[in-house]
């Protein structure tokens, strides 16, 4: 067969396309949204590394720390940045002072001029919220005037909340608790990690891609087989007026070819509003630009080649099954069975893939990125290829009951191919979706860990600056709205000889509430004093804390060693008292003192730590919090305490596949119902028949929905099965004990469950509407 016959049999499958009046545009149209849709999303897959280069390359370009370098002198192109980050109702603000030095001073990424001090550049989504309601305390928290937006260069994200504030002497502030530098230009590639992924992770990175966009797949061979029985007909009527039955599939494919290409143009017209619309989101707090969702050229050809290929032989081989008369197609009687065997291969010759690679873990080096991709898409194809023969198996032994139940079994014996074409992409996407959570709850234990915190004892911890009013900075924090209690500790560490002590013993002054959070106390008042046991450091406190002792401490403005030292001697009446781990886990060694028992000399050594306690019922508990303590310092933001602590990068590989597993799951949702429309209106004329003859539409709705309930009962369990399969043989590829995640194994099944639930509901309008008697009028 030449090509020009094949592309001359294409051309006439187009034409009728969109020749072939309105049932010809409405079945392209169809087809071309349900293509378009899975377009999209692959344009926007291959456009994710892009975007995700280009946020490191910004994050890279505005760096301003020189960690490693030595410190600038003062020049006329050096520039003071000053830290003062904080958190607003679990959003990161960045923020940073900055303090010119010269008038070549380096400006920010994205900042036209410098803020003068008491001024401030912000981003457009922090300026947005400052000017809402909802920013009521973050405007108290940065009593700066807005002087202009900061550029999209400086930024990494449209919805970024970042400023720059100007300020003066903040060379001073560096020398105490703030983090800062001085620098002579933005941009250090040295902050790039380089270091290397482990094998999981990329295992995980692996997974992911192949789980999120084989249901795509899936859905796009899916549409371009819309309009199945209508066509039929039509190809009928080209056998009759003389086209054999290889023409008459290359037509069928023509038209299919033409409904993809459509669909093309469609997806290219949603991904680029979709980009433009990205501006505006959120999603696990990642944002972009527009400007970063630029698919790769060469991955882009691939996706505008791959789909019309795939359209033109999808069609072929579906139709090679089926035999088109002049008289009419052979798919309208009983067709015949499914071999099982070819369909077995699949899972099987994925399984076979991935066991060379069982037991390897982190010891054995990488894994195979070809045998990983090719196993897992395997298996789930194999999901694909084994739901048809269960649909069929099971639903041709489904035995009598009402008429709703009848009218649906009945249809699905006749086209249980449809049916299972409509849940394929639910049941891979389930599948997946379940051996992920399964390989998640393996791995996590690795990534992630209970922190030392115990946030049930504090919440929030601060350090007071040298130097500063303590009392005074307590007593603001337990004004402060929502604090509920505030544990003040401070420590000073004594030598046992003036001079370059040999041991040191850690100091604790502390009133007696706050003392017992690290110590369990006999009875206590202001003036005593206590030598702490039970902990790991009690070798040298054992020696030093023996009443009479005299123990010696530097003055921190001291000249040389041993000048100006001051001595403290161990009382005779000191008395014991067992360690316990304070709210950071640590456990105190040391003696134990109260304000009392302090000398003056000696409290002015102290270093002084607040653990803050606040009451979760008090709305923004936490930014009240954080707003007292930017009016005392903007540059030594409270720390938040979290009671799991993960790895970076498992962490973002997670949120990636939340974001694309929200995305996935609307296009499974949108296509579904595209699905489900095409087939109720096909089945228009049979649906008004019904009706006309007296069938209640109350039956007839149940019967459609008997008819997706259980391809997707059967499909969800399918998945299930699959999921948990491939699941066993990740987790055993990572050397990990095989469990089962029954949680995230019903959640998924659950979510899979609903979508199908919500498309149905959305099909119940138009479904109504097309259960007329006029629907028998024809023309």
């Given at each position: 067969?030449s090509?020009?016959q094949?592309?001359?049999?294409?051309?006439?499958g187009a034409?009728?396309?969109f020749?072939g009046?309105?049932?010809?545009?409405i079945?392209?149209?169809l087809t071309?949204?349900?293509?378009?849709?899975?377009?999209?999303?692959?344009?926007l897959?291959t456009?994710?590394?892009?975007a995700?280069?280009?946020r490191?390359?910004?994050?890279e370009?505005r760096s301003?720390?020189?960690?490693?370098q030595?410190?600038?002198?003062?020049?006329d192109?050096?520039?003071?940045?000053?830290?003062?980050?904080t958190?607003?109702r679990?959003r990161?603000?960045r923020?940073?002072?900055l303090?010119?030095?010269?008038?070549?001073?380096?400006?920010?990424p994205?900042?036209a001029?410098f803020?003068?001090?008491?001024?401030?550049?912000?981003s457009?989504a922090?300026?947005?919220l400052?000017?809402s309601?909802?920013?009521?305390?973050l405007?108290?928290?940065l009593?700066?005037r807005?002087a202009?937006?900061?550029?999209?260069?400086?930024?990494v994200?449209?919805?970024?909340?970042?400023?720059?504030?100007?300020?003066?002497?903040?060379?001073?502030?560096?020398?105490?608790?703030?983090?800062?530098a001085?620098?002579d230009?933005?941009?250090?590639?040295?902050?790039?990690?380089?270091?290397?992924w482990d094998p999981v992770l990329?295992l995980?990175?692996?997974v992911?891609?192949?789980?999120?966009?084989?249901?795509v797949?899936?859905?796009?061979?899916?549409?371009?087989?819309?309009?199945g029985?209508r066509?039929?007909?039509?190809?009928?009527?080209?056998?009759?007026?003389?086209?054999?039955?290889?023409m008459?599939?290359?037509i069928?494919a023509g038209?299919?070819?033409?409904g993809?290409v459509?669909?093309l143009v469609?997806?290219?017209?949603?991904?680029?509003l979709g980009?433009?619309?990205?501006?505006?989101a959120?999603?696990?707090?990642?944002?972009v630009?527009?400007?970063?969702?630029?698919p790769?050229p060469?991955?882009?050809v691939?996706?505008?080649?791959?789909?019309p290929?795939?359209?033109?032989?999808?069609?072929?081989?579906?139709?090679?099954?089926v035999?088109i008369?002049?008289l009419?197609?052979?798919?309208?009687?009983r067709?015949?069975?499914r071999?099982?065997?070819?369909?077995?291969?699949?899972?099987?010759?994925?399984?076979?893939l991935l066991?060379?690679m069982i037991?390897?873990?982190?010891?054995?080096?990488?894994?195979n990125q070809?045998?990983?991709v090719?196993?897992?898409m395997?298996l789930?194809?194999?999901?694909t290829?084994?739901?048809?023969?269960v649909?069929?198996?099971?639903?041709a032994r489904l035995?009598?009951g009402?008429?709703?139940?009848?009218?649906?079994v009945?249809?699905?014996?006749?086209?249980?191919?449809?049916?299972?074409?409509?849940?394929?992409?639910i049941?891979?996407a389930v599948?997946?979706?379940i051996?992920?959570?399964?390989?998640?709850?393996?791995v996590?234990?690795?990534?992630?860990?209970?922190?030392?915190y115990?946030?049930?004892?504090?919440?929030m911890?601060?350090?007071?600056?040298d130097?500063?009013?303590?009392?005074?900075i307590?007593?603001?924090?337990r004004?402060?709205e929502g604090?509920?209690?505030?544990?003040?500790?401070?420590?000073?560490?004594?030598?046992?000889?003036?001079?370059?002590?040999?041991?040191l013993?850690?100091?604790t002054?502390?009133?007696?509430?706050?003392?017992?959070e690290?110590?369990?106390?006999?009875?206590c008042?202001d003036?005593?004093v206590?030598?702490?046991?039970?902990?790991?450091?009690?070798?040298d406190?054992?020696r030093?804390?023996?009443?009479?002792?005299?123990?010696?401490?530097?003055?921190d403005?001291?000249?040389?060693?041993?000048?100006r030292?001051?001595?403290?001697?161990?009382?005779?009446?000191?008395?014991?008292?067992e360690?316990?781990?304070?709210?950071?886990?640590y456990?105190?060694?040391?003696?134990l003192?109260?304000?009392?028992?302090?000398p003056?000399k000696l409290?002015a050594l102290?270093?002084?730590q607040?653990f803050?306690?606040?009451?979760?019922?008090?709305p923004?508990?936490?930014d009240?919090?954080?707003?007292?303590?930017?009016?005392?310092?903007?540059t030594?933001?409270?720390?938040?305490?979290?009671?799991i602590?993960?790895n970076?990068?498992?962490?973002?590989?997670?949120?990636?596949?939340?974001v694309?597993a929200?995305?996935?799951?609307a296009?499974?949702g949108?296509?579904m119902?595209?699905s489900?429309?095409?087939?109720?209106?096909?089945?228009?004329k049979?649906l008004?028949s019904?009706?006309?003859?007296?069938?209640r539409r109350?039956?007839?709705g149940?019967?459609?929905?008997?008819?997706?309930?259980?391809?997707i009962?059967?499909?969800?369990?399918?998945?299930a099965?699959?999921?948990m399969?491939?699941?066993?043989v990740?987790?055993r590829?990572?050397?990990?004990?095989?469990?089962?995640?029954?949680?995230?194994v019903?959640?998924?099944?659950?979510i899979?469950a609903?979508?199908v639930?919500v498309v149905?509901?959305l099909?119940?309008?138009?479904?109504l509407k097309?259960?007329?008697p006029?629907?028998?009028?024809?023309?």
């Open positions: 067969m090509a020009r094949w592309g001359r049999d294409l051309a006439m034409r009728f396309a020749a009046g309105r049932e010809g545009w079945r392209a149209l071309a949204v349900g293509v378009g849709l899975g377009v999209a999303l692959l344009l897959t456009a994710i590394p892009n995700l280069a280009e490191d390359r910004r994050e370009a301003d720390h020189t960690f490693g030595q410190e600038l002198p003062r020049a192109n050096t520039l003071v940045v000053v830290d003062a980050d958190t607003y679990d990161d603000v923020g940073r002072l303090e010119p030095e010269g008038a070549k001073a380096p400006r920010p994205g900042v001029a803020p003068a001090d008491g001024e401030m550049v912000v457009p922090l300026k947005e400052l000017a309601d909802d920013g009521k305390l405007r108290e928290r009593p700066y807005i202009g937006t900061i550029g999209e260069q400086g930024l994200g449209s919805q970024e909340l970042a400023y720059y504030a100007g300020g003066e002497g903040l060379m001073e502030r560096l020398e105490g608790p703030a983090t800062g001085r620098i230009s933005f941009g250090n590639p040295d902050l790039a990690s380089s270091d290397p990329l995980l990175v692996l992911v891609f192949v789980v999120l966009l084989m249901p797949a899936v859905f796009i061979a899916a549409a371009v087989r819309f309009g029985e066509r039929d007909r039509r190809l009928a009527a080209l056998r009759l007026v003389g086209s054999d039955s290889r008459t599939r290359r069928a038209e299919a070819l033409a993809s459509l669909g469609l997806g290219t017209g949603f991904f680029l980009r433009q619309l990205a501006a505006s959120e999603v696990y707090r990642i944002s630009f527009p400007s970063y969702l630029n790769s060469l991955l882009a691939l996706v505008a080649l791959a789909v290929t795939a359209a033109v032989l999808v069609t072929i081989l579906a139709l090679r099954g035999v008369e002049p009419g197609v052979v798919r309208t009687a067709p015949a069975r071999r099982l065997w070819w369909r077995l291969l699949l899972p099987l010759g994925g399984l076979a066991y060379p037991g390897q873990g982190d010891d054995g080096g990488n894994f070809y045998l990983v090719g196993g897992v395997l789930l194809i194999g999901v290829a084994l739901l048809p023969w649909v069929e198996t099971v639903v035995g009598a009402g008429v709703a139940w009848q009218l649906a009945r249809r699905l014996q006749l086209s249980s191919g449809v049916a299972a074409r409509m849940v394929n992409g049941a891979v599948a997946g979706a051996a992920l959570q399964m390989l998640f709850a393996g996590e234990g690795t990534y992630t860990r209970a922190s030392r115990d946030v049930s004892r504090a919440q911890s601060v350090d007071v600056p130097r500063a009013d303590t009392a005074a307590i007593a603001k924090y004004d402060t604090m509920r209690k505030v544990t003040a500790l401070s420590d000073v560490h004594l030598g046992d000889r003036r001079g370059e002590a040999e041991t013993i850690q100091i002054v502390a009133d007696c509430a706050s003392l017992r690290v110590a369990t106390l006999p009875d008042r003036g005593d206590f030598a702490v046991k039970g902990s790991q450091y009690d070798g406190s054992e030093l804390a023996k009443p009479g002792t005299t123990l010696w401490a530097e003055s403005d001291s000249g040389r060693p041993g000048d030292a001051v001595s403290w001697t161990v009382p005779r009446d000191i008395r014991q008292a360690s316990r781990e304070d709210p950071t886990g456990e105190r060694g040391g003696i003192m109260t304000p009392g028992a302090l003056e409290g102290a270093s002084t607040l803050l306690s606040v009451d979760p019922a008090v923004d508990a936490f009240h919090v954080r707003n007292t303590a930017a009016r005392l310092d903007p030594a933001p409270p720390m938040t305490w979290h009671s602590e993960s970076d990068r498992y962490a973002a590989i997670r949120t990636g596949l939340s694309g929200a995305c996935v799951l296009l499974i949108a296509s119902l595209v489900q429309l095409e087939q109720l209106r096909e089945r228009r049979l008004s019904l009706v006309a003859f007296g069938t109350r039956t007839l149940l019967s459609v929905l008997w008819q997706t309930a259980i391809p009962g059967l499909g969800l369990l399918l998945a099965t699959v999921g399969a491939l699941g066993a990740l987790l590829m990572t050397n990990t004990s095989v469990r089962v995640d029954w949680p995230s019903l959640s998924m099944t659950g899979g609903g979508v639930l149905t509901l099909s119940l309008p138009p479904l097309l259960m007329r006029d629907g028998l009028r024809t023309e």
